[in-house]
């Protein structure tokens, strides 16, 4: 299968910081990548999607402000955690979706977000 | 809307056969997927159906799709302590142009020797 890196895997972050998690499509073009956030113990809630060269789409409730999405590239996107707080600590994983399918998407291993 | 419910945790011996089972509720759903996911790592794709299908099998996996009851079921034959993991089936529909994939609560498989 295609494979899908996530950079870095665990990051703790003091309170007020920002944070930059990336998402890469090592052999692959994807035009489309997804964010998500998982709780412990929970499912994953989509934030946002994105494709290359546009602005970004953010689910009901995600701040856009807060929660920067580049995707520069159709090998990169970016999420940025802009001044974080503890209760942004979670589980973020990127996922992307190939150029010739839409119907299989592949997932990074997760970034694991904990702010002091 | 969309809503994908699980049943929360599955308990097998090494050797029997799980059956993990999902519902979903949009009628527009096309494709659903399950997947895979071992404590602090992503998803890992292990197949999918269309919706046209009413069952997909591969290798020790066998989803069944009952598209009258909006069920699916994942059926892992001869379970090994690997499989120890939590599952999650997930759907794209119509209605997000299949861009969208919408996740269930997740079902935690433990697999005791």
């Known amino acids: 299968g295609a494979v899908v890196s996530q950079h870095p895997s665990r990051v703790i972050c003091k309170s007020g910081t920002s944070v930059k998690i990336e998402c890469r499509s090592l052999d692959f073009q994807a035009t489309t990548m997804f964010w998500y956030r998982q709780f412990p113990k929970q499912s994953l809630m989509l934030m946002a999607t994105?494709?290359?060269?546009?602005?970004?789409?953010?689910e009901q409730g995600v701040e856009k402000d807060k929660f920067l999405i580049n995707h520069a590239s159709l090998t990169l996107s970016t999420l940025t955690v802009t001044s974080a707080h503890p209760e942004d600590s979670s589980f973020y994983i990127c996922?992307?979706?190939?150029?010739?399918?839409?119907?299989?998407?592949?997932f990074g291993q997760g970034t694991r977000l904990t702010v002091v | 809307g969309e809503d994908v419910e699980q049943s929360l945790f599955l308990s097998v011996r090494e050797g029997d056969s799980s059956v993990i089972n999902c519902t979903y509720t949009d009628s527009s759903s096309t494709y659903l997927y399950w997947y895979k996911q071992e404590p602090g790592a992503g998803l890992q794709l292990l197949t999918y159906?269309?919706?046209?299908?009413d069952m997909k099998q591969d290798q020790r996996l066998t989803v069944l799709l009952n598209k009258k009851d909006k069920h699916l079921s994942l059926r892992i034959a001869d379970t090994q302590t690997g499989d120890s993991a939590i599952y999650f089936c997930a759907e794209t529909t119509m209605n997000t142009g299949f861009q969208k994939l919408v996740f269930g609560t997740g079902t935690r498989l433990l697999v005791s020797p």
């Open positions: 159906i269309f919706s046209n299908m």
């Open positions: 996922s992307a979706r190939p150029r010739r399918t839409d119907t299989e998407a592949f």
């Open positions: 994105s494709n290359e060269g546009s602005k970004a789409t953010y």
